[in-house]
């Protein structure tokens, strides 16, 4: 029975009936202010406080906080970071999604269980792992001294870090996607005598483009942002290994809270950015569906 | 071997293989690198780092104040995303965007703002001073952090089914009689409670092995503001490897726990909204 059936001539439902559908106004609005409360004080409150406190002491200030030597090296390292990670994790998803979503073989929902593992691995075990693999008293670290090759305490740990924590996601943004828009395509332009590389940058790659930028947006803000597995293997070397959370923590343990937030405000930029880009591409891909 | 399905489409043993071996090299094997050194430890000295008063005074702070915020979260996180599906208000897409911040935030500018709010002379802490509430630096700065940290994670999973629920249901019993709060409770909470339980639980299990956000809130005293993440961090700077090893892996098989009875929850969820469907 819908609710057709009790409507009158109007169309209007019952007096009964709309008001055991719809809240009370009292209640509409007390959910709302409730709601919005909530957000205002754990969501936009903290973001105004960002800027508020990087601009506290002055524009000039906070020129010179995210224009010194060492902050300048934190953005650098930060960006090298990100280069490297993305596009490694990137390249995987989309090997994973492919093999997952297009073919089937025994082990598959492991595979994709497995897959998800760093997400259920706190930051500092994710950097815990690494020390125990290539630090000094780790398993490759005798080696590893003897040949004068340095991870902890250096830029590769850190990558290698950051590479750990964001390996899911692309692969987790692909593999429904992919399985969804199903190999009939694919099947379509290798039947009519395209090459591997053909299908996928003519078919594959146009089709996921949107999920794949959508998880690439996603993992770079994690990579750029991460904090706690990059702290373990970092050393918190100044001018050398931080990257710009690590810069971040470093000024305000020394109280320069100013150019603490100033370097802060960037990357709440970023944060600002990668929202902004997360919703406009779920409104494409969104549209793209419909279409 | 496995199975192509006569698929024609190339490119299988590449893609698996490459994932197979990036997968391993990159997670698998450092990951089980933490238990070879666990189990090179003799079960004393495995017993005497994980059931320290340092050690259970952490697990005691970090399961307590994730469960705290999980709960919050819980409630608000219900009320956050009924308001965002069901009403229509100016700043409606504003604020379903900005639920996504504590993702898109890093974990340090998180710790340092809220920090800096609830400090003394900051713009909370001074409302809170004069009740005699003290939130930086104490249990309850632990479980704000964490609330922060864990907010889009059941705003984000009640959503989607809020949204796919048949208005059929809670049409019909509308129609049969049933007051708006008996709607709620006979036809919409028996839907929505896998998804809840599944946010809740999502949200616990980051609060668990959260770091940026809580070490500056907390104070990090032992004994009395320390994670575990933290003693972990501590006691790897200490050179005490075996200790920090051995606390890591109850956490990791904690998560692990947490992660299956997360992935069963989901499973009940979508049999649940499957069988509705499936209803004539």
Redesign the interface.
């Known amino acids: 029975m819908t609710i057709a059936a009790l409507e009158d001539s109007q169309g209007n439902a019952p007096p009964s009936v709309r008001a055991a559908l719809e809240d009370p106004p009292l209640v509409r609005a007390a959910l709302i202010v409730l709601a919005l409360g909530f957000a205002a004080l754990f969501l936009l409150l903290p973001l105004v406080a960002v800027f508020v406190e990087a601009f506290s002491a002055g524009l000039g200030v906070y020129w010179k906080a995210i224009s010194e030597p060492v902050a300048l090296q934190a953005i650098k390292l930060t960006l090298i970071v990100a280069s490297i990670s993305v596009p490694a994790n990137a390249v995987f998803g989309v090997a994973a999604a492919w093999a997952i979503a297009r073919f089937e073989f025994p082990g598959k929902n492991l595979l994709v269980t497995l897959i998800d593992l760093p997400f259920a691995v706190s930051p500092v075990i994710s950097g815990l792992i690494f020390v125990l693999l290539f630090g000094a008293q780790g398993v490759f670290g005798p080696w590893l001294i003897e040949h004068g090759v340095k991870i902890i305490f250096a830029a590769p740990g850190i990558v290698l870090a950051t590479m750990f924590i964001t390996f899911p996601f692309v692969a987790r943004e692909l593999i429904p996607l992919m399985q969804e828009q199903g190999s009939e395509e694919e099947e379509a332009a290798i039947s009519l005598g395209a090459s591997g590389w053909q299908m996928f940058r003519r078919v594959t790659l146009p089709n996921i483009r949107l999920g794949l930028l959508y998880g690439v947006v996603l993992l770079n803000a994690r990579a750029m942002g991460e904090f706690g597995a990059v702290s373990v293997v970092s050393g918190h070397i100044r001018g050398l290994t931080n990257t710009i959370p690590l810069h971040v923590e470093i000024l305000y343990n020394e109280y320069q809270s100013a150019a603490a937030f100033a370097a802060a405000s960037l990357l709440a930029l970023l944060a600002l950015v990668t929202l902004v880009a997360k919703r406009a591409l779920e409104w494409r891909i969104r549209r793209e569906t419909r279409a | 071997m ?4 006569n ?6 043993g ?3 293989g ?3 071996l ?2 391993s090299l ?6 089980s ?2 238990f070879f ?1 666990t189990a090179s430890l003799s079960l004393a000295d495995f017993l005497a780092a994980v059931l320290s008063p340092r050690a259970l005074a952490a697990y005691k702070l970090t399961f307590g104040a994730s469960l705290a915020a999980a709960a919050v979260n819980a409630v ?1 996180g219900l ?2 995303a ?3 599906t ?2 229509r ?1 100016p700043g409606r897409d504003l ?1 379903d ?14 710790g ?3 920090t ?2 609830l400090a003394k002379n900051g ?2 802490g001074r409302i809170l001073e004069p009740l005699g509430i003290q939130a930086a630096y104490t249990p309850l700065g632990v479980a704000i952090a964490l ?2 940290i864990g ?1 889009p994670f059941v705003v984000r999973t009640v959503q989607p089914v809020l949204q796919d629920l048949e208005a ?1 249901a ?6 049969l ?4 709060l ?2 709620f409770y006979r036809v919409l909470f028996p839907a929505l409670w896998p998804a809840l339980v599944t946010g809740s639980a999502l949200a616990f ?1 980051r609060a ?5 956000s809580v070490v ?1 809130i907390s104070g990090n005293m032992p004994l009395r503001t320390e994670i575990v ?2 003693l ?2 501590t006691k ?1 700077e200490q ?1 005490d ?1 075996a200790g ?2 051995a606390i ?1 892996t109850v ?2 098989v904690s ?2 726990s ?2 299956l009875a997360i ?1 069963a929850l989901q499973a009940i969820g979508r049999r649940r909204l499957a069988g509705e469907g499936a209803a004539p």
């Open positions: 496995a199975r192509r399905q698929s024609v489409l190339p490119g299988f590449l893609t698996l490459f994932s197979i990036y997968l990159l997670v698998l094997i450092p990951l690198a933490l050194r608000f009320i956050l009924w308001v965002l069901r009403y208000f604020v965007a900005f639920v996504d911040l504590p993702f898109a935030l890093p974990t340090a500018v998180a340092i703002t809220l800096t709010l713009w909370l609330t922060f907010l059929e809670e049409e019909a019993a509308a129609s009689g049933a007051g708006r008996q709607t299990a668990l092995g959260e770091y940026g500056f993440p933290l972990i961090v790897l050179y490897y920090a090893t890591a956490m990791l998560s692990f947490l992660l992935n």
